[in-house]
């Protein structure tokens, strides 16, 4: 069943009058007061909410269905059937076109209760002489589910449904309602309404940093903003790395610590030395402290690819593997719960937050603290830049893997630098180098990926073998498996020099002129 056309009623409305209303005015047949409860889900970063779409789970006379349709339009596009309510991650549910579209939208990213909301529902049938019906039309009123069904009403509404093949009798009740009731179709925003007066607020949460900053801002301002932010995207994701909900709530937070790591690293100047210092030190032993976790997470999110890289033969054997990552994933899950309520991170977070939001000295100490941000950012953006094309020129084939590595290092902090300050550039502009990095950035993170995994199978058959876990068949397919990231390691390294190549030819190069070059004229800038 599929809706046409829903019809916003005044909530001081009475339903039994417009009940009565129905009856009089239209030729319909009234069935049975219903009722059911509708539960709305997403992920926490609201991707499907960025998707235009509305994820509902409905529970109805024992059955349990759950829907994916446009939002602002009850028009359900995708729906299957649950014996159960969703599980966590879109990969678990039935196989199916629903599975695969959620699976798509959400990644790795769980499905989270938004809230729920009870239905009362009357049906009225539009039937033909022959005892066919043709339309339905409901006559609802939402209401927050809360104690003793008396939550906050949020609408009262007429939703018509069409049957296939009675589309001309769907328009023509459609016109009786607008003519003879006066009433005119809205698309409603139902989960807005719902949340409106809780914590929650579909897409208040992103991952990603932007930031309006004004040229002429000091530049001590600008980037105590920016860390702010950053700090509260750290703290927005600590409730979800503690209870465990999907493996982003960590990378989210581990992103925020490394882009606050570089802007202490790249803005030197911009802070004063024992502050620099002091919360460095403190970053830095919160980045490594995070560290064994995602890493953990990330074999066991890329555990089935790495085994489809074996023959069929021995990717069976490979499955004792799994089971030490998901051992040694969960030990390492509580010390970092441990931390992360512990004393140092709480003192961290109290005495940064302190400093970020303190007053600004008249007189700072350091140099760049009250120049322009403008200035400050093309010159350490420009800066970068520059050491990003001298190390990638610098490289060639016979170069140690060590290069490679400080080569992507850099690229990050180029990135991050022009994340930061992206506001000051027009969006174009900075949204195609960004672009173009990026795809170098892709080519080093995973020549740096398939190294790292390639050593770390020897590390982990050592530890198996050191816990009495491995066996001839299972140490076979880990060496097999080390083996094939050597050589896709190499596959990818071949690869470097046409994307560097890229990177750095001529029109790019002067682009990044045009935006970043500290002498470059005010005319490319906004």
């Not at 599929?2 to 129905?22: G, M």
């Amino acid at each position: 069943m599929a809706t046409l056309l829903t019809y916003p009623l005044p909530k001081q409305d009475s339903l039994p009058r417009w009940r009565q209303t129905l009856l009089d005015r239209l030729p319909l047949h009234a069935d049975a007061a219903d009722r059911y409860r509708l539960h709305f889900y997403d992920s926490f970063d609201w991707r499907l909410f960025m998707a235009g779409k509305l994820l509902e789970w409905r529970e109805h006379n024992g059955v349990s269905e759950l829907c994916l349709h446009d939002s602002g339009n009850d028009v359900t596009a995708l729906t299957t059937r649950l014996d159960r309510p969703p599980p966590r991650f879109a990969a678990d549910l039935p196989a199916g076109r629903l599975q695969r579209q959620l699976d798509k939208l959400l990644g790795v990213r769980a499905l989270l209760p938004l809230t729920c909301v009870d239905v009362r529902s009357q049906c009225f049938r539009l039937i033909d002489e022959e005892g066919k019906t043709r339309v339905r039309l409901f006559l609802e009123q939402l209401r927050l589910a809360g104690s003793g069904g008396h939550g906050r009403i949020l609408a009262k509404r007429l939703r018509l449904a069409p049957l296939h093949g009675y589309g001309n009798d769907a328009k023509r009740l459609t016109q009786h309602i607008e003519q003879n009731l006066a009433l005119l179709p809205q698309a409603q925003n139902l989960l807005a309404e719902a949340l409106s007066g809780t914590s929650k607020t579909p897409g208040d949460y992103s991952s990603g940093i932007d930031i309006p900053l004004q040229p002429e801002q000091r530049a001590d301002a600008a980037m105590r903003r920016i860390l702010l932010v950053l700090l509260q995207t750290m703290e927005t994701n600590e409730a979800g790395i503690i209870d465990d909900l999907d493996t982003e709530f960590l990378h989210d937070f581990r992103v925020a610590v490394r882009r606050s790591r570089a802007a202490l690293g790249q803005m030197k100047k911009v802070f004063p030395v024992r502050t620099l210092q002091r919360f460095r030190d403190e970053f830095a032993w919160l980045g490594s402290m995070t560290g064994p976790s995602r890493d953990l997470d990330v074999y066991l999110l890329e555990f089935s690819a790495l085994q489809a890289l074996l023959p069929a033969d021995l990717r069976g054997d490979l499955e004792p593997l799994r089971d030490h990552l998901a051992r040694h994933r969960q030990q390492e899950h509580a010390v970092l719960c441990r931390e992360l309520q512990g004393a140092r991170y709480r003192k961290l977070k109290q005495q940064w937050r302190r400093y970020l939001t303190s007053k600004l000295p008249q007189r700072p100490a350091a140099a760049d603290a009250r120049k322009p941000i403008a200035d400050v950012a093309h010159h350490r953006t420009w800066r970068m830049y520059r050491r990003v094309l001298k190390e990638g020129n610098a490289i060639t084939p016979e170069s140690p893997a060590e290069e490679v590595h400080e080569l992507r290092k850099s690229c990050k902090k180029l990135r991050y630098l022009m994340e930061f300050f992206k506001r000051l550039y027009p969006a174009r502009e900075i949204s195609a180098l960004i672009k173009i990095l990026k795809k170098l950035q892709d080519n080093l993170g995973e020549f740096q990926d398939l190294q790292v995994q390639s050593q770390a199978m020897k590390q982990f058959s050592v530890e198996m073998d050191r816990e009495g876990r491995l066996s001839p068949q299972t140490a076979l397919a880990m060496e097999t498996l080390s083996d094939t990231l050597q050589d896709h390691m190499q596959r990818v390294r071949s690869e470097f020099a046409n994307r560097f190549e890229a990177f750095g030819k001529k029109a790019n190069r002067q682009r990044f002129e045009r935006l970043f070059h500290p002498d470059a004229g005010a005319e490319n800038r906004p």
